[in-house]
Every structure is written in structure tokens, then in C-alpha cells.
């Protein structure tokens, strides 16, 4: 019977578009992609043998010679297909070095596909898989089975590699590899049993496409941007290596200043800035021929993923890097300074989980010396464990009551004595011991439980204030923290009030510290909360003054009694300007009849300098640091006495 090549000439198209699809869109980035280029590159040049063998078995010639060539290499590069397709698969659960860890492993891998070529090059003197008689006919020989018999083996081992790494894959990517390779399954066996049908090339055309639109989505794991792969990629790639406990390299790069340089561009000129790096990476990768993959995790970040096997590439290419940023580089007429802040981290030697990988990423900002840095020196395992269980230690902080209140005295100038006290919470942990308020603060308000937190602060603070204690230490008020996420709580003021009512807590006895950041935020439940507290008798406080955008005329508008300069106006010996600057604020703050706090004073000589400038409030080491209740209550008894 006449073979029919209907589903070749099919098959060959749908190749041709999925390969044209991926170069033309650019989609040559990382290895999952170059794999399944590769793999429709296979797919159309061995459609094209089977098409010109085809061609002349019904041209009617004997062509005997040509018949056996253009049929040898369609059947060695099928069993290739099937090996390439079952690569693939181990390459998206990026397990290749545990497919192929041992000899035996190794040997269940290569020896089907070495099986195959030698039955082809066998077949030319034994004609055992198949040979072209003296009419010129293609007839298949004894052996010829073996081939199915392989191609199902690369099948059945494919299925095998996915069930077991089922938690890496979601359930579409699972059925798309379980539907495509069935149909091949299928189309194998009707062209075994009626080989003039030639529909084994569609069905694996098909599964391509399954594979193109199911698992591979270019769309989804390229950034359009920078060409480069992007976040929604790396993050499984990244849980993968974790799961697989595989040993990579990361060259990890942030852009420390990269909000700045985004407020100062247009969009296009941000988005050709970040073209321009994403470039650099990967001519620096060319030139040191370096293979790996890039990706853009947004907001200025960029990762190299690859492998330890040559270290040195490794760090020439960080360090060649390195030393591109420290150069401006030109845009539009304008010279443009990126402050790159690269690291070389190895997983999982250096950082053992994902969640310590990000907060690495995270820190890096505040991590820039201007040289490459390494995060086996850089980092502490124990730190990057803490950010990885802060939400647990958060949890267990809460139920176990771990959160300690510490109390720094506040002096004042014109009554020469300790007047008040700020609140400020600590954390110790039966397994870290104390953690830092800008570690688990942070955190907190990421995950919510700042609400919980601030509302044991504010107990334990009421009960303080409310106990027979308190009234011996001569304190006016107590200065309490509310964070950002706190002040947009809906209920907040009456659940603050709620509090000091219970612990018999007059409203002057409490003055509630709102942050720069916070009373930018000015947002109805803010402004609701402010009014409600104000209205209450609760004197409210302006803390950091200074550390941000200090939008005057929205200060004026907020019932601020204290407001509370940052400590970096405490530099004033520093910088000569400083002096004119804290002059000009100070009378515009008491224009609006508001008192001062100046935090992070250590000397007497800044004392002396703020009591001139006529601000009424000293907080800082020079009288003491922030103690815990009971030592903070012998400090007063001892100091307030004396003054």
C-alpha cells in the first residue's frame, strides 16, 4: 500500500512555526529554552530525511544506495527524537546530575541510544533492522522492532522522571508531558501495524506543540523588557536546585540605586537602562564564554545561574562587571552612575533554602563596598535560618510571650530631669537568643502580625503605667511606636483607648509615635485613627524627623505635639551646613508651637549645642541606652532623685 506523507508535510509546518516562533521572538535565553529550540530543530530535519525517503520509495527507481542512506539516518535520528525528548524532561526538573550520578544510572540513560547506532551501522552489512530488495522496495528486517522497542524505553523512563519529580511540576505541565507522550505511544503503535501511515512525526509534533503552549510558554518566562529570563522562572528553577540539593553558582547583581535612576528617567529611557545591563551581562558571559543563565528579577535585579566547574570564569566575569559600573555610563546625552552591587553566592554551601536566598538578595543594598563580594563572607547561615523561620518565630513569640519591653529615658532640659520614656519592644528567642527590631519588625508587618505585636506592646506598657511603680518614677508619659501597617488598622484608636482604660491610664500618660513614613500616608483610616486619638486626649509625636520627604504644610496639618529629629541631625559637627539647617527647622517647628526630642545624642559638647538652639528634649547614650523594666526603674529612682 502507497505511503501517505499528508501527516509528514503537517508535521514538518507545525515544527517549522514552533522553531521560527522561538527565534523570532528572541526566546534563545536560558537552557530550558535552547533545549527545546534544539528539540524542534531535531524534529524538523529528521521530519525532512523521513520525507525525502519517503519520496523515493514512491519515486518508482530502484535508487537502492540513496534509499538506504536517507532511511539510516531517519531511524538513528528517531531514536535520537526519543532520547533528546526524555533529556528534556530531566533538563525542566533540573535533575540531570542525579540521572546521571552513577555508572548505572548512566548506563540506563545511554545505552538504549547506543544500541540504536550500532544496529544502523550494523544494518548496512547484515540488513537485520531493515533493507531495500532487488525491486528497489523498503522492507523492514527482523530486528527492526528493537527501535520501538527503544523509543518506548526513552517513553516509559520519561513518565518514570516526571512522576518522581511531580512536586517540581504543576498539574498542566504533568498532563501536557503525560497526553503528548501517550499520543506518541499511540501513533508508534499504528504506524508499527500499518507502516503506511505515517503519523509517528505528527503525534511528535504534536507533543511538541503541547510542550510550546503547556510547559515552555515563552511569554510567561521571558521578560519583554530585557530579553532576559525572568522572576516567575528563576524562583522554581532555584527550588528546584534546593529540592535536588544540585550545586550552582549565582552571580547575583542588584542596582542599589535603581529606584533613583527609575524617578529620574522616562519609562522608555528606565526601560533602555536596563537593556543596556542585561546586554552587558550576557556579551561579558560571550567573551569569557561562561554558559549559564540570566535572568531579571525586577526592581534592578539580575542573577547568572550556572554551575562551579569553572570557578574562574566565574569570577573574572563578576569582577569584569564589577568594574564596568564603576564607569557612568551614557543615555541620551546624559552620564548615568549604576551603582552595582554584585555577590557570588554558592548553593547550597553558602545559603541552604530559598527564603535565605532572598533575604540575601534583599540585603545586598546595604551591602556595597565597591568590590565583589562573596557571601560565605558576607553572610551568617544562622542570620539567613533566622529570615527563613522568622513567620514561625513570630508565631511562637506571640503564644509564648518571648517579646521584652526596654524603656530609654528621655531629659529635659528646661526641667533638668528624666520627664518621660520611650517603649521600645525586644525580642528574645529561646534558640537565638535576642533578635533585632529591624529584622523581625520588618517581617512582621510583611506578614501581619504586627498587629498582634503592637497590641502586646501597648499591654504591657498600660499595665506599666497603670501600677503603683510607675507612680514613685516621677514620669510625665510614656512614648509608644506605631508602625505604618498599625496606623491603617480600622479599629485602632479604639482598641488603644480600649487598652488604657482597662490598665486605669490617663490619655496624657501615653504619647503615640507616628513615623515620617506613616504620616505621608495619608489615607482616610490614618486621618480617621489620628482624629479619633487626638480627640481622645492622646498627645501624638512625629518620630524620624528628617529621614524622609518632610513635607512642612502636611506636619502643620497633623496634630503633632513633639516632633522627634533623627539622630542624623546629631551630626552636626560633621557638616558646618548642618547648623543652619537644624536653626531654620527648629524656628519652624515652634512656629507651629510643637516641641522638640533630638535622639542619638552621646555627648555632652551636643547636649550643650541643642540646650543653645532651645530644644527641650535629650534621648541618646550620653544618659543612657534603652533598659529593660526593672533596671530602667532603679536607673530613675537613682537619677531623678538627684536632679
Request: glycine letters at 4%; aromatic letters at 12%; proline letters at 2%.
Amino acid at each position: 500500500m502507497e505511503k501517505l506523507l499528508f501527516f509528514d508535510y503537517s508535521a514538518l509546518v507545525i515544527d517549522v512555526v514552533l522553531l521560527g516562533c522561538m527565534l523570532l521572538r528572541k526566546m534563545t535565553n536560558g537552557k530550558l529554552n535552547k533545549f527545546f529550540i534544539f528539540l524542534a530543530a531535531m524534529a524538523v530535519f529528521t521530519n525532512t530525511m523521513d520525507i525525502i525517503a519517503v519520496s523515493f520509495d514512491k519515486s518508482g527507481g530502484l535508487y537502492i544506495v540513496e534509499k538506504m542512506v536517507y532511511h539510516s539516518i531517519y531511524l538513528l535520528l528517531r531514536a535520537f527524537t526519543s532520547f533528546f525528548c526524555m533529556s528534556y524532561i530531566i533538563v525542566l526538573t533540573d535533575s540531570w546530575y542525579k540521572a546521571a550520578r552513577t555508572n548505572f544510572k548512566k548506563l540506563l540513560l545511554f545505552l538504549p541510544v547506543a544500541l540504536a547506532i550500532i544496529l544502523m551501522v550494523s544494518n548496512i552489512f547484515t540488513h537485520h533492522v531493515f533493507y531495500i530488495d532487488d525491486a528497489g522496495v523498503y522492507t523492514r528486517g527482523s530486528l527492526f522492532f528493537l527501535l520501538y522497542v527503544i523509543n518506548g524505553y526513552y517513553v516509559i523512563y520519561s513518565f518514570y522522571k516526571v512522576f518522581i519529580n511531580r512536586k517540581m511540576l504543576s498539574l498542566a505541565k504533568m498532563f501536557s508531558i503525560y497526553a503528548g507522550s501517550l499520543l506518541m505511544i499511540c501513533a508508534a503503535a499504528v504506524q508499527f501495524l500499518m507502516p503506511h501511515v505515517l503519523i509517528d512525526m505528527f503525534a511528535n509534533a504534536t507533543g511538541l506543540l503541547f510542550l510550546f503552549m503547556m510547559v515552555q510558554r515563552p511569554e510567561e518566562i521571558t521578560d519583554n523588557e530585557t530579553g532576559l529570563i525572568k522572576l516567575s522562572a528563576y524562583d522554581p528553577e532555584i527550588r528546584r536546585c534546593f529540592i535536588n540539593k544540585k550545586r550552582e553558582t549565582l552571580i547575583m547583581l542588584k542596582i542599589t540605586n535603581y529606584t533613583v535612576i527609575r524617578e529620574m528617567l522616562s519609562y522608555k529611557d528606565s526601560v533602555c537602562v536596563k537593556k543596556k545591563v542585561a546586554d552587558t551581562i550576557k556579551a561579558v558571559m560571550k567573551e569569557l564564554r561562561l554558559h549559564g543563565d540570566v535572568y531579571y528579577t525586577e526592581s534592578g535585579n539580575y542573577r547568572i545561574v550556572t554551575d562551579e566547574r569553572n570557578a574562574q570564569k566565574i569570577n573574572a566575569a563578576a569582577q569584569r562587571l564589577n568594574d564596568e559600573y564603576k564607569e557612568s555610563i551614557e543615555h541620551n546625552g546624559m552620564k548615568l552612575n549604576l551603582i552595582m552591587c554584585i555577590c557570588i553566592t554558592v548553593i547550597p554551601d553558602d545559603i541552604d533554602n530559598i527564603d535565605a536566598l532572598i533575604a540575601l538578595g534583599e540585603d545586598l543594598k546595604n551591602q556595597y563596598t565597591g568590590n565583589v563580594l562573596f557571601a560565605s563572607e558576607i553572610s551568617s547561615k544562622v542570620r539567613y535560618n533566622i529570615m527563613r523561620d522568622m513567620d514561625v518565630i513570630l508565631e511562637n513569640a506571640v503564644s509564648a510571650d518571648e517579646f521584652e519591653i526596654y524603656y530609654q529615658p528621655i531629659f529635659s532640659l528646661r526641667e533638668e530631669r528624666f520627664n518621660s520614656a520611650e517603649a521600645l519592644i525586644r525580642l528574645k528567642t529561646e534558640k537565638y537568643g535576642y533578635l533585632s527590631p529591624e529584622i523581625f519588625i520588618p517581617a512582621a508587618e510583611k506578614s501581619g502580625s504586627i498587629h498582634r505585636i503592637g497590641q502586646i506592646v501597648m499591654e504591657k506598657v498600660c499595665a506599666f503605667i497603670g501600677s503603683e511603680q510607675f507612680d514613685e518614677l516621677g514620669l510625665d508619659y510614656i512614648e509608644i511606636n506605631l508602625s505604618p501597617a498599625q496606623c491603617m488598622e480600622d479599629n485602632l484608636a479604639k482598641k488603644l483607648i480600649a487598652i488604657m482604660k482597662k490598665n486605669n491610664v490617663m490619655p496624657d500618660q501615653v504619647n503615640l509615635e507616628i513615623t515620617e513614613t506613616a504620616s505621608g500616608e495619608i489615607q482616610n483610616t490614618i486621618m480617621k485613627n489620628i482624629r479619633t486619638l487626638h480627640r481622645a486626649g492622646i498627645s501624638l509625636s512625629l518620630d524620624d524627623f528628617g529621614t524622609g520627604y518632610s513635607n512642612m504644610t502636611r506636619i502643620a496639618a497633623l496634630p503633632f505635639r513633639i516632633i522627634k529629629l533623627d539622630k542624623t541631625f546629631a551630626r552636626i559637627d560633621s557638616n558646618p551646613n548642618m547648623v543652619i539647617v537644624l536653626e531654620n527647622v527648629i524656628k519652624m517647628i515652634k512656629a507651629l508651637n510643637m516641641k522638640i526630642v533630638v535622639e542619638g545624642i552621646e555627648t555632652r559638647e551636643l547636649v550643650e549645642k541643642f540646650r543653645e538652639l532651645e530644644c527641650e528634649y535629650i534621648q541618646g547614650f550620653y544618659y543612657s541606652k534603652p533598659l529593660p523594666k526593672e533596671k530602667f526603674i532603679e536607673f530613675l529612682l537613682q537619677n531623678n532623685k538627684k536632679v
